[in-house]
């Protein structure tokens, strides 16, 4: 059988932008030889918010996205801030925090997760 280039029904798009974290797999069906398929994926950003425990920490932590094993300054955790869909890897910091506390957050379709960060003991 002679090996076919291109796109077959059954393989697996992947749609990856590191800059944003943003990731979608697609697997590919129902296109013809020959024919154009297109595929439309809208990456959506809503708004995240900690919630930070103890709540009197908030305004003094600082969140960061870490990609490929770097972060990237977010801001306050106090303020909501945009996460495009899929998984991400957070960096909570206090000032006198020697390493971060990593949260792992999934942002799914038409949701804007809350998740809880505990400082408490990470704080000490």
Known sequence: MPELTGLHTG???????????????EELSGALPGETLTVRKVFRAPAVKLRV???????????????EGREQEIGPCSRPFPLVEGRHVLAVRL????????????????????PLVELSTAAE
């Open 95 to 114: 000032p006198r925090m020697k390493q971060p506390k990593l949260v792992d957050v999934e942002v799914k379709p038409g949701e804007s997760p809350t």
């Open 11 to 25: 393989d697996v798009l992947v749609l990856d932008d590191p800059a944003t974290g943003a990731h979608h797999e």
């Open 53 to 67: 425990d103890p709540s009197r920490l908030a305004d003094a932590c600082r969140v960061s996205r870490v990609l």
